[in-house]
């Protein structure tokens, strides 16, 4: 392999490990707020417990991302040091205002919010939780902006032998057409991956009916969250494809494996791509595709044969399965939350160990959803870094040996590897130990 590819691998391998917690300290940011601003109505105890027991948890996972995060960043100079120098002033920019107005208030408060229990006033507690939540949302923000101005660039300009991008409206870069689309999905993302985190575990402890009261009353915050992301990821989901359909046609054309050159589009449930027959077997919905872009099932799409092949997107099969699996997935969730939801409603859910267990395994779902949309995403927009202005094989660093990336990226993975492994065995730790439990019972069935 050469140097461009593996460095593909590795900024792919490393962003995929460093996003399994983002998505979860958002969403548990989230929950945490909700669970502190319960307690500050009800003054019920066991609300005051399930903050301290997921702060714990948000801490790890929190130290974990920082960790993680920072890595990508120093991959941008060694890596791709063509792409910092072509758009260091917008992408820059962008990761500064990250820095300044998210990582920094979320630090900030994060000491108060961890140590302040019994040093501070249970609302300055509270307005610390809100800040640490708001910090990881504003980072979210920021780094979604980076990224979809890669998908569809503006506000920018390349003045005539300058050789980089330079910022003409920074709002514009801000507010790119795809931005708040795609904000909004990775945000109904985190909030299902915390959702589902706090049921997981809750429903761990119904089924071992170990701290009983306390997962039941930490269930029931769980589900009713789960609904709103779910509900939230199906709208936002939508939307989003609306926006590639626009500005990113080819990757449409890529994700349902529409070859012909303009013809109605098809919805497929499941399928095989074959590339070399230009052919999908598998269960279609004719014209649905046509039909969710323009609400007219006959209205022709462009097909892959629509673009040149080198402007064609790689890896149709990894695209159409990743796309289908994510899409498959979802629905299972939205399903499984309102099952949950009317359970709960009728008083019969804990009753059903077997679904307690799938909620036990229900963490990995948005995992595994988040980690396929991204790949549908950044696979999907290739060949380009920069949407039609930047090719990923003119943004690597150049004179970069091949063997000095496949030495950083053997010795990524043994990092990685021991690092997940404490992870697991820490959280582990914390769920066995459990929230320290008060006198509670009465106020559990209560909440």
């Known amino acids: 392999m050469d140097s461009l590819s593996l460095s593909r691998l590795q900024f792919a391998l490393t962003t995929a490990f460093h996003y399994i917690f983002p998505p979860l300290s958002i969403g548990l940011g989230v929950m945490l707020v909700y669970m502190e601003g319960m307690f500050l109505k009800t003054k019920l105890q066991i609300y005051e417990q399930m903050t301290k027991f997921w702060l714990k948890i948000f801490g790890l996972i929190f130290a974990l991302g920082v960790a993680t995060g920072i890595v990508l960043e120093f991959e941008f100079g060694t890596n791709w040091a063509n792409y910092s120098r072509y758009v260091g002033d917008i992408f820059g920019s962008v990761l500064a205002a990250e820095g300044i107005f998210a990582f920094f208030l979320e630090s900030s408060f994060l ?35 980076a990224n979809s101005w890669m998908q569809t660039p503006v506000g920018f300009h390349i003045p005539p032998g300058a050789g980089r991008a330079q910022i003409t409206d920074f709002w514009a870069v801000v507010f790119n057409p795809s931005a708040m689309v795609r904000l909004s999905h990775v945000l109904g993302g985190a909030l299902q991956a915390g959702a589902f985190l706090v049921l997981s575990i809750s429903a761990y402890y119904v089924v071992r009916k170990k701290h009983l009261e306390f997962g039941k009353a930490a269930f029931k915050l769980g589900i ?32 349902e494996a529409h070859f012909a050159e303009s013809a109605p589009g098809d919805l497929y449930i499941a399928g095989w791509v074959d590339e070399k027959q230009e052919k999908v077997y598998g269960i279609a919905i004719p014209g649905m595709l046509s039909y969710l872009v323009h609400f007219d099932p006959n209205v022709p799409l462009p097909g892959l044969k629509s673009f040149p092949p080198e402007n064609r997107p790689p890896y149709l099969q990894l695209l159409f399965q990743a796309y289908h699996i994510m899409v498959g997935l979802g629905m299972g969730l939205i399903g499984l939350s309102f099952l949950g939801l009317f359970l ?104």
């Open 111 to 145: 000491a108060l919010l961890l140590f302040g229990w019994n040093r501070v006033s249970s609302r300055m507690h509270f307005f610390a939780t809100c800040m640490v939540c708001l910090g990881s949302i504003l980072s979210a923000v920021w780094i979604v902006v």
């Open 224 to 255: 009713i969250a789960a609904c709103i992301g779910s509900l939230l990821q199906l709208g936002t989901g939508h939307l989003s494809a609306m926006v590639v359909s626009k500005y990113q046609p080819a990757k449409l054309a890529a994700i």
């Open 344 to 447: 709960y409603w009728r008083g019969t859910i804990f009753d059903k160990p077997w679904l307690m267990w799938i909620f036990v395994l229900s963490v990995l779902g948005p995992q595994i959803a988040n980690q396929l949309g991204w790949i549908v995403a950044e696979v999907g927009r290739q060949p380009w870094i920069v949407y039609n202005f930047l090719r990923t094989s003119d943004a690597v660093s150049p004179n970069l040996p091949a063997g000095q990336v496949w030495a950083s990226l053997v010795l990524f993975g043994i990092v990685y590897t021991i690092l997940f492994a404490l992870f697991i065995v820490v959280l582990n730790h914390k769920i066995q130990q459990g929230p320290e439990l008060a006198k509670i019972s009465e106020e559990a069935k209560q909440a």
